[in-house]
């Protein structure tokens, strides 16, 4: 699958996981996911490519336990190395 749709379905994932998530030019040193204010935001550095942009939201994906409780597509599932039990 495309790093671009798969950035689409993880961040459609991370606003299901209550995130708000921000594109932001970061100027290639920050991004990623934290909380403000009791709110969970990811910030996604433009100044990256859309590779490391997609890192920053599979990164966030990872450290979000509520990620097993969605129905992820099968490619974005193996690259959060998510296994389904059959």
Do not use: P
């Amino acid at each position: 699958m495309h790093t671009v749709e798969l950035m689409e379905q993880g961040i459609a994932a991370l606003e299901t996981l209550g995130y708000g998530v921000r594109e932001e030019y970061l100027g290639g040193t920050g991004g990623g996911g934290c909380e403000i204010a009791g709110r969970k935001w990811v910030f996604v550095d433009v100044a990256l490519n859309k590779s490391e942009q997609l890192d920053q939201i599979l990164e966030t994906l990872r450290n979000d336990a509520a990620i097993h409780s969605l129905s992820l597509s099968v490619d974005l599932a193996a690259v959060l190395g998510i296994r389904r039990a059959a």
